[in-house]
């Protein structure tokens, strides 16, 4: 265990290899490109879990050969300096020579360690012998491997590590001087705070890559007031709470930094990724390995035991093959009576093969109509390649799923049975062993016995919707986007709303929304139907959430006090709109344009409304009245683009505040006008 734990201290073991590259002449605006671009990308391991992305650093070579590196910190530095960045290259911006550490045998995580907190750096650059680079050394890469991470970190609580002095500036704070305060201070984030009594309230944070994010969107610094685009809300701890917690709120929030709050949320402190490092004094070490040495002690004690285990289970498998002999001398007369059986069951056997054969030359011929009937329909069905694919995958997925749904009701027979067994063990064995009884305990069997049998009614429940799904899915994404086709625009609107049902069902504080469906006879129309799809599934998810706004808002006015009937027929009189407004419900409406040369499609809810100000922006990208994690701005902006641009159609809002919204949706029937 030891020799493991040395050979994970070599410095190989915390090299990031994926890190940007660039040369002396490299422009800054595609070094900050480069960087925001690596940024905004992440991908999933197979267990579900985040992959880190590369270092958010710049390596600058020239013929192969280390020069620099060019951090955020450079990028706040230049922009504090009042440096002119649109035209500066990478070899005016960066600082010659970089401190790097040359990957050999004698160099360790240690040796990286101290050149990180010395110099005060966050990315230290590996090179070669020939001083070409390797790779990164990060915070991020040491906190994975350091044993202070799994050990030291339960000795010591956040009080001990954290930053006391940490910069601080109010919201009206402009994110350039928010940048001089990083710049003078050395630090890579300002808590945002606000003053209640007599002691600071943290509420936001803005760091050094969101200064890198806002310079590369070209946003005015000056301008900008930091409570406009602070990070929040913030992830807090006590000072009381362990390194061990901390670290795993990191990993778990994905976050670099943590607040650390009072009783009554005044701000103590900051904890940053270097703060675990600071439990790496020689003592601590001394410590560790004692630590290491009782681990390996226990283990050989543990190793001991399941030795004595191990010969006491080969005498009960010796003992069980001596039983085991006696009954295959038993399975032996079985056997040769039932030989005798299979004999007699072979002659009639025989009888219905006989009958058999007449069966299959009567297939024969049927499989030969039906082949012929499948190459008429070959010549006849053509679908495009994502059609395809969704149908083959609905077909692949129906297999395993038809053969769970068949297999089910089996399932729930034989938990029956199982539990009927326990019910007799129970009874005629009350008093178990010791074992038997702290297992019992461990499972929670009395709740396991409860829970089995709803727990199989939810399995049929889940595969009816999965194959209710798959039907939709084929209707939803059936064609290829890259070429029209001839959709019927209400199969796409109902396969949508099967897709977000569940959002439409009563949940929570919501009550169920009613879908109003006022389809008039319209024809098919040439257009890219998952394009349209996707326009439909945005609007519909957006009349949901505002629905959804206005029963928090009222309460008490989501059920209305009588029955209400909607049609197209009746008139809008006040009773009806209050009506209308109080029970929650989206109305989607379909007809064609007095000329008959165009599509409308309406979607309307009962919602609060969108206030006029703010309807003349619904459509600019990154544009969203949404909390800050809860939408990204684009999905009406998208949508805009395929009815206007993909398809020379219309899309226009019209919304009164506390009287609902309706989004007209116009297309052309004829294919000439998306042409043009």
């Known amino acids: 265990m030891l020799n493991s734990f040395n050979a994970a201290l070599g410095i190989t073991s915390v090299i990031e290899e994926q890190f940007l590259t660039g040369n002396l002449d490299m422009t800054l605006a595609i070094a900050l490109e480069k960087m925001v671009r690596q940024r905004d990308h992440c991908d999933l391991s197979d267990h579900g879990a985040i992959v880190f992305r590369a270092p958010n650093c710049l390596v600058v070579e020239q013929d192969d050969k280390l020069c620099g590196i060019f951090t955020e910190k450079d990028l ?15 070899g005016e911006a960066i600082q010659i020579p970089a401190i790097s550490i040359r990957c050999t045998p004698d ?59 940490v910069v601080t500036a109010e919201t009206e704070t402009s994110l350039l001087d928010l940048t001089k305060l990083m710049a003078t201070h050395q630090v890579g984030c300002v808590v945002i705070c606000e003053n209640i009594g007599d002691r600071p309230q943290p509420i936001g944070i803005v760091t050094e890559r969101d200064i890198v994010q806002f310079q590369s969107l070209d946003l005015n610094l000056q301008a900008t007031k930091a409570g406009e685009v602070m990070s929040s809300p913030l992830f807090t701890l006590s000072p009381k709470t362990s390194l061990w917690e901390a670290h795993q709120t990191m990993n778990r929030q994905w976050v670099r930094r943590l607040v650390v709050v009072g009783d009554t949320g005044e701000m103590l402190g900051l904890l940053s990724q270097t703060s675990f490092f600071q439990v790496l004094r020689p003592n601590e070490m001394s410590h560790m390995i004692d630590l290491l040495q009782e681990m390996v002690d226990e283990q050989t004690e543990e190793l001991s035991k399941k030795n004595q285990q191990l010969e006491l289970e080969i005498q009960e498998r010796q003992h ?26 072979n002659a009639k056997l025989q009888e219905d ?95 396991l016995e409860d829970d089995i049998m709803q727990l199989v009614s939810s399995m049929h429940t889940g595969v009816d919707r999965i194959r209710n799904l798959l039907m939709s899915l084929q209707t939803f994404s059936r064609l290829d986007e890259s070429e029209l086709k001839m959709a019927d625009i209400h199969d796409g609107l109902d396969s949508t709303l099967l897709l977000i049902q569940n959002r439409l069902q009563a949940h929570h504080d919501f009550h169920k ?34 629905v959804n706004e206005a029963q928090k808002k009222y309460p008490q006015q989501s059920q209305p006090s009588r029955p209400m009937l909607v049609s197209a027929s009746t008139p809008s009189t006040p009773a009806l709109q209050d009506d ?71 899309l226009t809002c019209n919304s009164t505040p506390d009287e609902g919204t309706e989004f007209e949706i116009t297309l052309p029937v004829s294919s000439v006008a998306i042409a043009a």
């Open 76 to 90: 706040i530095r230049l922009i504090a300096e009042g440096e002119e960045l649109k035209n500066l290259t990478l």
């Open 107 to 165: 160099e360790d995580i240690f040796t990286a360690l101290n050149l990180l907190t010395h110099h005060h750096l966050k990315h230290l650059p590996v090179v070669d012998e020939q001083d070409r680079p390797l790779g990164v050394i990060t915070y991020d890469s040491l906190r994975k491997v350091l044993p202070p991470v799994s050990l030291l970190t339960k000795l010591h609580c956040v009080a001990d590590v954290m930053v006391k002095t």
């Open 320 to 345: 069980a093959e001596e039983q085991l002999q006696v009954a295959h001398d038993h399975l032996k007369t079985v056997v040769k009576e039932r030989t005798q059986q299979l004999h007699e069951a």
């Open 353 to 447: 093969l006989a009958h058999r054969e007449r069966m299959t030359a009567e297939l024969e011929q049927a499989l030969q109509d039906l082949q012929h009937t499948q190459l008429q329909l070959i010549q006849t069905e053509k679908m495009s390649g994502l059609g395809q694919l969704v149908a083959g995958i609905t077909h692949e997925i129906n297999n395993p799923i038809n053969f769970i749904y068949g297999n089910l009701q089996h399932a729930r027979g034989y938990v029956e049975q199982v539990l009927d067994i326990l019910s007799l063990y129970e009874k005629y064995y009350p008093h178990p062993p010791q074992e038997i009884r702290q297992q019992r305990e461990a499972v929670d069997l009395e709740f």
């Open 513 to 546: 929304i009613q879908v109003i469906r006022q389809y008039e006879t319209i024809p098919k129309i040439e257009c890219y139907p998952s394009q349209l799809n996707q326009v439909f599934f945005n609007l519909l998810l957006n009349a949901i959430d505002a």
């Open 580 to 650: 209308f407004y109080r029970k929650p419900q989206i109305k989607i409406s379909t007809n064609i344009s007095p000329e008959g040369d165009r599509l409308i499609i309406k979607i309307k809810d009962n919602g609060l409304g969108i206030p006029g100000d703010i309807q003349s922006k619904l459509f600019d990208p990154f544009f969203t009245t949404k909390p800050v994690g809860q939408g990204t701005g684009l999905g009406l902006s998208i949508s805009y683009q395929i009815i206007v641009q993909n398809h020379g159609g219309n």
